[in-house]
């Protein structure tokens, strides 16, 4: 009988924890496989991580804002799979993953304006598909034909459209086409040949070049409007792309020439009046920046090469070549494009600069699956800290299934083997504390009004030495999640090859990887590439409870994701329904009782230099400068969210008295009472997709050594940007690599055109 294999699982974030619940979903995994998970300090989660603070009303401590996508399909899978086989009864909390996971459809931007700062907010259509079904991503073919459909949708409903009257008049290109009975001209035109619209499009086509290379750059938009031909050629040149575009991707060429010139009499049109009309300005900047996408996507030759042909270029970068209009480039749209996946400079001060960078496929990839082919919502919302919706119900049910969680283990080193330097030798780790003995190992979740949770900090009552692990947690810092902590651990130790692991599965981000893989990255190329190239930055967080409604501060419609606000704090979400999830007392003075919970994120400027882990008091500088940063931002800002929850005397400044504190501090002295957090630990960093650098992130399966394999967002996954669904894509192909399962990863390969 064979020995099963020996796999170390180094880190608890979503990419190794998905790499555990997918190599255990296997029949008769334990036949094959032995496998224990390694987590520094005492939750699983990584940059997902949760907690519940006891000592004030278990409230939910989160590392930021998060929110699932509606494309996220790999993710959701195997969160109905582990739902399923938890089997929470009827009635409990979050009992099923769709009571856990809600659909969210407000979003929005803010928008900088000469006037100031102006909400920019849509509603999202919600459709019947359920997210984690199963279904194949759609093809780049099909994508860039729904965006056809979009853009001409927007036109239709933008002012720039064109009248009922005109729209009933028909488009003159389909007049040639001849009724046969009275049916609408949409079924005549989809019944004209292939050649009847090509000969459509180059007669308009030809009389359009006609007018814009002669005197209409003379007399401008008005010749066009004079001779009945504005808004209603316009939406001719759409609806003949789309009639194209439906038929087959043989008519490129033609459909670029349409929408070049709707592009540019779109620009005619608008440019006197952009700067002083805000409806149109918006639908100006929607339409111009999905026609540029159209453009520069054909003339790339995306359908037959892939986005990935795109990641030489920086986003903004590719929108100038293809012609996009400055104030589509800087618009709101385009920087929160930016914020939502970090793509700052880290050594930015103000976070978002002309520094910022992202890769322009990866992005229009996002974005495409974000817009155009989500399932159920755009967006869904958890209904409790991340922690609680998705880390726990994986831990419980992987310790069900027989996986070993070795929780206080901070790894520290992979060092390679020397006698067979294609593989890892040992893996050095530091056991932080010791477990007491005879309660049979750490429990590390606690009971919030029924729900399993993970808390803010370590149950001291199951560590020896707990008491004093507490009393200098803060004082101290023995906090075991940071790199400058001044705990001294309880023993290092090493695990061997052949005889603790035989393969190692590395869940760790790839911040803390310079030092984890010093050895690798000194000796292998590709591993030096990846670490240098593939860059990282700092985040920061702010959760506030405010004792009026949402409406009570002045928000006057629905919950909203709100992106690309002022600087630091760019991103902020209600996330009111955690209330319910918390324990507050029933009665309580209205000053001590949360009905709003507001988080914010954004990117936090590194430090200069960043100090070696001797420097115990860098994390409490680094918390000062967050909440230093808060309460400067939370003086100049609130009122675009809150209008009512302002001073009387200072519009602009928040009402500090309307903080939730039970501490009955008053001013800003309650602004101690809410929760900041500095990611600034190696492993929290956020990955960023810097242009050029997608080819250096290293695959799941292709670490370059035989027994180690990459599991995490910042590998070579098919999406190749930071968030859950990257994240769960590279769990399942490093359990794929391992043991050939799952063979499907949904999205992993653009679906491209053969020639």
Same mark, same amino acid.
């Given at each position: 009988?064979?020995?099963?294999?020996?796999?170390?699982?180094?880190?608890?974030?979503?990419?190794?924890?998905? !790499?555990?619940?997918?190599?255990?979903?296997?029949?008769?995994?334990?036949?094959?496989?032995?496998?224990?998970?390694?987590?520094?300090?005492?939750?699983?989660?990584?940059?997902?991580?949760?907690?519940?603070?006891?000592?004030?009303?278990?409230?939910?401590?989160?590392?930021?804002?998060?929110?699932?996508?509606?494309?996220?399909?790999?993710?959701?899978?195997?969160?109905?799979?582990?739902?399923?086989?938890?089997?929470?009864?009827?009635?409990?909390?979050?009992?099923?993953?769709?009571?856990?996971?809600?659909?969210?459809?407000?979003?929005?931007?803010?928008?900088?304006?000469?006037?100031?700062?102006?909400?920019?907010?849509?509603?999202?259509?919600?459709?019947?598909?359920?997210?984690?079904?199963?279904?194949?991503?759609?093809?780049?073919?099909?994508?860039?034909?729904?965006?056809?459909?979009?853009?001409?949708?927007?036109?239709?409903?933008?002012?720039?459209?064109?009248?009922?009257?005109?729209?009933?008049?028909?488009?003159?290109? @389909?007049?040639?086409?001849?009724?046969?009975?009275?049916?609408?001209?949409?079924?005549?035109?989809?019944?004209?040949? /292939?050649?009847?619209?090509?000969?459509?499009?180059?007669?308009?086509?030809?009389?359009?070049?006609?007018?814009?290379?002669?005197?209409?750059?003379?007399?401008?938009?008005?010749?066009?409007?004079?001779?009945?031909?504005?808004?209603?050629?316009?939406?001719?040149? =759409?609806?003949?792309?789309?009639?194209?575009?439906?038929?087959?991707?043989?008519?490129?060429?033609?459909?670029?020439?349409? &929408?070049?010139?709707?592009?540019?009499?779109?620009?005619?049109?608008?440019?006197?009046?952009?700067?002083?009309?805000?409806?149109?300005?918006?639908?100006?900047?929607?339409?111009?920046?999905?026609?540029?996408?159209?453009?520069?996507?054909?003339?790339?030759?995306?359908?037959?090469?892939?986005?990935?042909?795109?990641?030489?270029?920086?986003?903004?970068?590719?929108?100038?070549?293809?012609?996009?209009?400055?104030?589509?480039?800087?618009?709101? =749209?385009?920087?929160?494009?930016?914020?939502?996946?970090?793509?700052?400079?880290?050594?930015?001060?103000?976070?978002?600069?002309?520094?910022?960078?992202?890769?322009?496929?990866?992005?229009?990839?996002?974005?495409?699956?974000?817009? =155009?082919?989500?399932?159920?919502?755009?967006?869904?919302?958890?209904?409790?800290?991340?922690?609680?919706?998705?880390?726990?119900?994986?831990?419980?049910?992987?310790?069900?299934?027989?996986?070993?969680?070795? @929780?206080?283990?901070?790894?520290?080193?992979?060092?390679?083997?020397?006698?067979?330097?294609?593989?890892?030798?040992?893996?050095?780790?530091?056991?932080?504390?010791?477990?007491?003995?005879?309660?049979?190992?750490?429990?590390?979740?606690?009971?919030?009004?029924?729900? *399993?949770?993970?808390?803010?900090?370590?149950? @001291?009552?199951?560590?020896?030495?707990?008491?004093?692990?507490?009393?200098?947690?803060?004082?101290?810092?023995?906090?075991?999640?940071?790199?400058?902590?001044?705990? !001294?651990?309880?023993?290092?130790?090493? &695990?061997?090859?052949?005889?603790?692991?035989?393969?190692?599965?590395?869940?760790?981000?790839?911040?803390?990887?310079?030092?984890?893989?010093?050895?690798?990255?000194?000796?292998?190329?590709?591993?030096?590439?990846?670490?240098?190239?593939?860059?990282?930055?700092?985040?920061?967080?702010?959760?506030?409870?405010?004792?009026?409604?949402?409406?009570?501060?002045?928000?006057?419609?629905? *919950?909203?994701?709100?992106?690309?606000?002022?600087?630091?704090?760019?991103?902020?979400?209600?996330?009111?329904?955690?209330?319910?999830?918390?324990?507050? *007392?029933?009665?309580?003075?209205?000053?001590? !009782?949360?009905?709003?919970?507001?988080?914010?994120?954004?990117?936090?400027?590194?430090?200069?230099?960043?100090?070696?882990?001797?420097?115990?008091?860098?994390?409490?500088?680094?918390?000062?400068?967050?909440?230093?940063?808060?309460?400067?931002?939370?003086?100049?800002?609130?009122?675009?969210?809150?209008?009512?929850?302002?001073?009387?005397?200072?519009?602009?400044?928040?009402?500090?008295?309307?903080?939730?504190?039970?501490?009955?501090?008053?001013?800003?002295?309650?602004?101690?009472?809410?929760?900041?957090?500095?990611?600034? /630990?190696?492993?929290?960093?956020?990955?960023?997709?810097?242009?050029?650098?997608?080819?250096?992130?290293?695959?799941?399966?292709?670490?370059?050594?035989?027994?180690?394999?990459?599991?995490?967002?910042?590998?070579?996954?098919?999406? /190749?940007?930071?968030?859950?669904?990257?994240?769960?894509?590279?769990?399942?192909?490093?359990?794929?690599?391992?043991?050939?399962?799952?063979?499907?990863?949904?999205?992993?390969?653009?679906?491209? &055109?053969?020639?």
């Amino acid at each position: 009988m064979n020995t099963p294999q020996k796999i170390a699982i180094l880190g608890g974030g979503v990419g190794a924890v998905v !790499t555990a619940f997918e190599l255990t979903s296997q029949p008769d995994w334990q036949k094959r496989y032995d496998i224990t998970l390694y987590q520094m300090g005492w939750r699983l989660g990584g940059k997902g991580a949760s907690g519940r603070n006891a000592e004030d009303h278990q409230r939910i401590e989160e590392h930021g804002i998060h929110v699932w996508l509606g494309f996220y399909e790999n993710a959701f899978s195997a969160m109905r799979r582990c739902y399923s086989e938890l089997g929470r009864n009827p009635g409990q909390p979050l009992a099923t993953w769709d009571e856990a996971f809600k659909p969210w459809k407000y979003v929005g931007v803010t928008e900088d304006t000469p006037k100031g700062w102006v909400l920019w907010i849509e509603q999202f259509a919600t459709n019947p598909q359920t997210p984690g079904s199963g279904q194949e991503c759609k093809p780049l073919w099909e994508l860039m034909v729904e965006g056809l459909v979009l853009i001409a949708h927007a036109f239709g409903t933008s002012p720039l459209g064109p009248s009922t009257d005109e729209t009933e008049k028909g488009c003159c290109c @389909f007049r040639r086409c001849k009724p046969k009975n009275k049916r609408c001209k949409e079924e005549e035109a989809d019944e004209a040949s /292939d050649c009847e619209l090509v000969t459509c499009a180059e007669e308009l086509l030809v009389k359009l070049d006609m007018l814009l290379s002669g005197i209409m750059l003379d007399v401008g938009h008005a010749l066009l409007d004079a001779i009945g031909m504005g808004e209603r050629l316009a939406a001719e040149l =759409l609806s003949l792309a789309i009639r194209l575009a439906k038929r087959s991707h043989r008519h490129l060429h033609v459909i670029t020439r349409l &929408l070049s010139h709707f592009r540019k009499w779109l620009w005619h049109k608008c440019e006197p009046l952009i700067e002083r009309n805000t409806v149109l300005r918006r639908s100006f900047i929607v339409l111009d920046l999905g026609v540029t996408m159209l453009l520069g996507c054909i003339a790339d030759d995306v359908l037959f090469l892939g986005l990935g042909v795109l990641d030489r270029y920086d986003f903004r970068e590719w929108l100038r070549k293809y012609g996009a209009q400055r104030i589509t480039v800087d618009s709101a =749209l385009v920087r929160g494009s930016y914020e939502l996946p970090f793509a700052h400079d880290p050594s930015s001060p103000t976070g978002f600069s002309e520094r910022a960078d992202i890769a322009a496929g990866v992005l229009i990839r996002a974005m495409a699956k974000t817009l =155009l082919d989500y399932r159920g919502s755009i967006f869904f919302q958890m209904q409790a800290g991340m922690g609680d919706v998705v880390f726990a119900p994986f831990y419980q049910v992987l310790k069900q299934r027989g996986v070993k969680f070795e @929780f206080f283990h901070k790894v520290r080193a992979l060092h390679i083997d020397s006698s067979d330097p294609t593989q890892i030798g040992s893996i050095e780790i530091e056991r932080q504390v010791n477990v007491k003995s005879g309660i049979g190992g750490y429990e590390p979740l606690v009971d919030v009004k029924g729900l *399993p949770c993970w808390p803010s900090l370590p149950l @001291f009552d199951q560590i020896e030495d707990g008491d004093k692990l507490r009393e200098g947690w803060d004082k101290l810092n023995y906090n075991l999640e940071s790199r400058w902590s001044s705990w !001294t651990p309880v023993e290092t130790r090493a &695990l061997r090859k052949g005889t603790d692991f035989d393969l190692v599965v590395l869940g760790i981000s790839l911040g803390a990887l310079s030092e984890i893989c010093a050895e690798l990255v000194l000796t292998n190329g590709r591993w030096r590439a990846m670490v240098e190239g593939v860059t990282t930055v700092q985040t920061l967080a702010m959760q506030l409870w405010l004792s009026p409604t949402l409406a009570g501060l002045g928000w006057t419609g629905a *919950p909203t994701i709100l992106d690309a606000y002022a600087q630091p704090f760019n991103t902020y979400a209600d996330m009111s329904q955690l209330i319910e999830r918390e324990v507050w *007392p029933a009665q309580s003075p209205a000053s001590e !009782t949360p009905q709003t919970v507001a988080y914010f994120c954004g990117a936090l400027a590194d430090a200069e230099p960043i100090p070696p882990p001797s420097d115990h008091d860098f994390p409490k500088r680094e918390y000062a400068r967050v909440a230093l940063l808060a309460a400067e931002w939370l003086r100049k800002n609130p009122r675009l969210i809150w209008p009512q929850a302002t001073q009387s005397t200072n519009p602009d400044c928040l009402n500090w008295d309307l903080l939730v504190d039970d501490h009955t501090q008053s001013g800003i002295a309650r602004l101690s009472a809410q929760y900041f957090r500095a990611n600034i /630990d190696p492993s929290e960093r956020y990955v960023r997709s810097p242009k050029g650098t997608t080819h250096l992130r290293l695959y799941a399966g292709e670490s370059g050594y035989k027994n180690l394999y990459l599991a995490g967002d910042w590998t070579r996954t098919g999406l /190749d940007v930071g968030c859950v669904e990257a994240a769960t894509m590279s769990g399942m192909q490093a359990s794929r690599a391992i043991s050939g399962y799952p063979q499907k990863v949904v999205g992993e390969r653009d679906s491209l &055109l053969s020639r």
